[in-house]
């Protein structure tokens, strides 16, 4: 069985670029959740994705935005870059119906200089 | 507002101590995760509470949550260094729904 993996593992971009991190979900998953995690802070919930539709979003602007393709993997894309957009992104993936088990991956780290 | 209260943030103690930490709220959640996370790495699911007042064990690691779903703890026997991380705890409000985290509790367990 196949974990959740996400690329790239790190990235660096300045101030009003525009990124794109992917990720693929673990075998069997249908569902796939998107975390920033600030330095010292928990995940905080950006958007989750189901049958290739945004199914639920945290309070992030609308420069956040992403995809899910029809194998489940999916895209997290974030439009004019911030300093404070700097974090650990997360993907976590799961079966729609289950308990909130989510399935994390190891993640990507964005530097917004 | 931070609906999950996680206490300790930060706890160092020696190998063979016993701790407890905490996760509380004012919000019922249908379930109740917590994961363990090292730095520059994605959290790693430990367990998952759903009943009122479930206890579960995992060899060293006792997990509670409490009979109004509000609350939850970690406890661990005989810490060991290896135990070394970010604990997260976190909600979940209905099955199918996002995650809601807590800041986290970090643990330095030193031989």
């Known amino acids: 069985e196949t974990g959740v993996t996400q690329s790239p593992t790190h990235l660096i971009k300045t101030r009003g670029q525009q990124v794109t991190l992917r990720c693929s979900s673990q075998?069997?998953?249908?569902?796939v959740s998107w975390y920033q995690q600030a330095l010292g802070q928990g995940p905080q919930f950006i958007f989750q994705y189901y049958r290739e539709e945004e199914n639920g979003r945290g309070n992030f602007p609308p420069r956040f935005s992403g995809l899910q393709f029809p194998n489940y993997s999916s895209e997290l894309n974030v439009n004019a870059l911030e300093l404070d957009d700097s974090a650990l992104y997360l993907c976590?993936?799961?079966?729609?119906?289950?308990?909130?088990?989510?399935?994390f991956g190891p993640g990507t780290r964005l530097t917004v200089l | 507002t931070q609906l999950l209260e996680q206490s300790p943030q930060f706890l160092s103690i020696q190998e063979g101590e016993n701790l407890t930490v905490y996760c509380n709220s004012s919000?019922?959640?249908?379930?109740l995760q917590w994961y363990r996370q090292e730095p520059g790495e994605g959290p790693v699911l430990l367990v998952t509470v759903v009943t009122g007042g479930e206890v579960k064990k995992l060899k060293r690691l006792t997990f509670q949550f409490g009979d109004a779903r509000k609350d939850s703890s970690l406890h661990i026997t005989a810490a060991q260094p290896g135990d070394t991380g970010l604990y997260l705890c976190a909600g979940g409000r209905q099955a199918g729904t996002a995650l809601i985290f807590g800041k986290g509790t970090t643990l330095s367990v030193s031989s």
């Open positions: 919000s019922v959640f249908s379930s």
């Open positions: 976590a993936s799961r079966q729609f119906r289950d308990y909130n088990e989510q399935f």
């Open positions: 075998s069997g998953h249908n569902t």
